[in-house]
């Protein structure tokens, strides 16, 4: 009930429509905003997959 | 102090360490361009990339280069594995690596002379700035590996081989290689 | 590379009996000792530069249009120069060499137990791109159209146009002296990661690290993966500015959007990047003066890999009104507001670590609790902040400048305070005179939040940033709030005036304090066992390690501490 009730307000927070991902080039293109959303994510999670798996392989080789 | 030994058997040395943290930058920074491209790509005017009027990539010859370059970091990793057991050999691999490295660079100069002639400059359009800056940072990586190897090499050659220094030397050479497919595959296709 | 490293090691310690000269030792030295005092010295030089140009716009701003003393009259130009340097400077060249590259490179091999760093030529590199990236930024203020004015974030169009920001060659300079600066660091954080990876004395386990190692080190970590993409960043922006190429400019296919997606992408690791180290010291600090053991040291660890971890999400929270997704604004205001939570659980194992001990309120106890005190205020202002929906708002205002300067002024100013009082001991052999400490404290935290307190106030009111003056605009006039304005700056004057009291204190006390024995402070960390200040080569035999970094206030010893190093 409790999980139900997070997803939906999780849902809600989906709804705001795409805005201008650039401003200042003139083009209200959701390709443009889909691409800095995946470029966010992507440079996000790279950092963390390469020193966790750094990290990973020092702490196996250490034990 | 036999467990001081053993657990300086199980470190990675010092060199090898600082190198694949340094590599694990480089990684970043060639992320940071790619990424920098890919939202380029999108947001160009028009929707169409190469934008109008630029000149296409010579994907063709550059598959040939790819295929080159990845040659080069198979023929290091045998003369990595022959190094203990067959010295003489292994330098010969290490050399052809070089070789190949060397061949590389070459011909992606051939080239950028050609794209220059019909016209693609990095003023011309983001498309030609963003192909200098990203092949432009890799062939100064691949430069400085090439130099970095041939130096080892030839220290090697004159007897003093230095496992921890091959082994980073490789580092860097395997990052050189691995990174260019994915600029291959994001900039010219 | 490192067995001849070594091997230059050996050599270097061979010279030594010859007792090198003044270049040698000072200058060319591969001590990591030595690297840190330059780097220390190199910080403190530029705090007092990064002070003046604070003292130059908050006199504008107190009292617009009057000529400054010291500096003549500043005209808009030279005001947003002055404002883009102090950013520049106090970020670049005061907190990040201080906090990380000097007390890293001192402390590190010190509480580890190793005789030097694992690269020291690589060392004293890092340093001298310091130095001259240093110098190139202080050039920058010489060249025709003065020093780069297009604030510290360099956003472009106004960074990348010569004809708007006026100062084309000041903006090269700027960005070359950023980059030779991240090489230097770079340089540095493989030696620091290197070092303790690799050199740790034998018996010193992972969870047996003192803390301030731990996030010095993935501070460092932090910044080498972070800083990238900046360098990718910079590069396209040099180019924009001296090869006319077009990648932020709109009209020509570029995007000036970009440059915000990387900037902030290492902007806000940067805030931890420096955050942590000052966390470091004052954890170290409040163990020492409760006379208790660190509360909960793998907590405090776990939560500070959750920092790390959580930081490379939360940098798109500077671009809320930039015009990013919305929907990205939303998990970047959830992200946002979670880092909190690892923070503030290092704050409350701080508290807890106090709760029931006898506290001594030495200088640097005084500082530490003081770090805990103002970055509280620094913290909570930043919900605000980070919510999407209000940061639209208080974006950009004075608002903004309060909080960050509540939080960046207890890591770089307070908490390099606490940690040069505390250490000022095994720097230089001498102890600091208390009495001068408290009154700098004093004189110190209490102005500082008379500076700050209005500018939440005037920020709340609507005050732009980055505006020379406020008469100039009618929208921005405000006239109402121009005496909470000139409180700011006459609280400015005040507290750096007590700045005084401290570079006459270390200065006085480096030649005249009392002489410090091995251990003052009766502490337990390695750094203790040695002379104060450390022989080249540190340890005269390298020491073995029982036990964790925090046994304080032990029944059934004679001692109330228990040193790491002490088998029984």
């Known amino acids: ?63 | 102090m036999a467990a001081a030994a053993q657990a300086s058997a199980k470190r990675v040395p010092n060199s090898v360490l600082g190198m694949i943290i340094f590599v694990a930058t480089e990684i970043m920074f060639f992320a940071g361009l790619m990424s920098a491209h890919t939202i380029a790509k999108a947001t160009v005017l028009g929707g169409v990339w190469p934008p109008a009027g630029q000149p296409r990539l010579p994907v063709e010859r550059t598959a040939i280069n790819t295929a080159i370059l990845l040659l080069s970091g198979i023929l290091l990793l045998i003369g990595n594995r022959r190094m203990s057991t067959q010295r003489e050999s292994a330098l010969r691999y290490v050399a052809a690596a070089i070789a190949c490295g060397i061949a590389f660079v070459g011909l992606q100069g051939v080239e950028w002379f050609g794209l220059l002639r019909e016209g693609l400059t990095m003023t011309s359009s983001s498309h030609g700035a963003f192909f200098y800056l990203i092949v432009g940072a890799h062939a100064l990586h691949a430069v400085a590996a090439i130099i970095a190897l041939t130096w080892v090499y030839l220290l090697m050659r004159a007897g003093k081989f230095v496992p921890s220094r091959f082994a980073a030397t490789q580092v860097f050479w395997y990052f050189v290689v691995v990174v260019w497919p994915v600029i291959y595959l994001r900039v010219y296709l | 590379m490192s067995e001849q490293m070594q091997h230059a090691g050996h050599e270097q310690a061979g010279q030594d009996h010859a007792e090198p000269g003044f270049f040698l030792k000072y200058c060319w030295s591969t001590d990591h000792k030595i690297i840190a005092m330059q780097y220390l010295f190199t910080g403190m030089l530029m705090a007092v530069i990064g002070g003046f140009l604070a003292y130059v716009f908050r006199m504008q701003l107190g009292f617009p249009n009057h000529s400054v003393p010291g500096f003549g009259l500043v005209t808009p130009g030279r005001y947003n120069a002055v404002v883009t340097m102090h950013g520049t400077i106090m970020i670049f060249w005061v907190a990040m060499p201080v906090l990380i590259a000097a007390f890293g490179n001192f402390l590190i091999p010190l509480m580890i137990g190793c005789d030097d760093m694992a690269f020291p030529r690589i060392n004293r590199l890092s340093y001298q791109i310091f130095l001259l990236s240093a110098i190139v930024l202080l050039v920058s203020f010489a060249v025709k159209g003065g020093a780069f004015g297009g604030a510290w974030t360099a956003y472009p169009p106004l960074s990348s146009n010569g004809a708007y920001n006026l100062t084309p060659l000041g903006a090269v300079l700027w960005l070359l002296a950023v980059a030779l600066e991240f090489v230097a660091f770079l340089l540095g954080g493989i030696n620091f990661t290197v070092t303790v990876m690799n050199s740790r004395a034998p018996g010193m386990k992972m969870f047996d690290i003192p803390i301030l190692i731990w996030m010095i080190v993935l501070a460092t970590v932090i910044f080498m993966a972070s800083a990238g993409p900046l360098i990718a960043g910079a590069v396209m922006l040099l180019f924009d500015q001296t090869l006319a190429t077009g990648f932020y400019d709109p009209q020509r296919g570029g995007d000036p959007l970009l440059w915000q997606h990387l900037f902030w992408f290492f902007g806000h690791p940067e805030v931890y990047v420096v955050l942590l180290p000052a966390m470091g010291i004052v954890a170290e600090i409040i163990a020492v003066f409760a006379r208790k053991k660190l509360f909960g040291y793998k907590s405090m660890l776990y939560s500070t890999w959750g920092v790390g971890i959580l930081s490379f999400v939360v940098w798109a929270h500077h671009q809320f009104v930039a015009g990013i997704d919305p929907r990205m604004a939303n998990v970047f205001t959830v992200t946002t507001l979670l880092i909190s939570i690892p923070v503030a659980e290092l704050v409350f194992l701080y508290i807890a670590t106090l709760y029931g001990g006898s506290i001594r309120l030495d200088t640097p106890m005084l500082w530490a609790l003081g770090f805990m005190a103002e970055f509280l205020i620094g913290g909570v202002t930043g919900i605000f902040l980070g919510s999407s929906g209000t940061d639209i708002y208080l974006h950009d205002t004075y608002f903004l400048v309060a909080h960050f300067h509540y939080t960046f002024v207890p890591i770089a100013i307070i908490s390099v305070f606490a940690g040069i009082t505390f250490w000022f001991p095994k720097m230089f052999g001498r102890m600091m005179n208390e009495t001068l400490g408290k009154i700098h404290f004093w004189g110190t935290v209490i102005p500082f939040n008379v500076i700050f307190i209005p500018l939440f106030i005037t920020g709340a009111a609507g005050d732009q940033r980055r505006i020379y003056s406020y008469a100039q605009f009618a929208e921005q006039s405000r006239p109402a709030l121009q005496h909470l304005r000139t409180t700011s700056t006459i609280a400015l004057l005040v507290m750096l005036a007590f700045q005084l009291i401290f570079i006459f204190n270390f200065f006085w006390s480096m030649w005249n304090g009392k002489r410090a024995g091995d251990n003052p402070w009766r502490s337990t960390t390695l750094e203790w066992t040695v002379p104060s200040p450390p022989p080249h080569g540190n340890f005269a035999e390298l020491p073995t390690v029982y036990r964790g970094p925090y046994e304080y206030g032990l029944p059934g010893r004679a001692d109330d501490y228990w040193p790491q190093n002490a088998p029984n």
């Open chain 1, 1 to 63: 009930m409790k999980l139900r009730r997070i997803s939906a307000v999780a849902a809600l927070s989906l709804i705001p429509a795409a805005g201008w991902s650039c401003p200042a080039c003139m083009v209200n293109d959701p390709k443009t905003a889909s691409t800095y959303l995946g470029m966010t994510l992507i440079l996000s999670a790279l950092p963390l997959i390469l020193v966790g798996g750094l990290g990973y392989w020092f702490w196996r080789k250490q034990s």
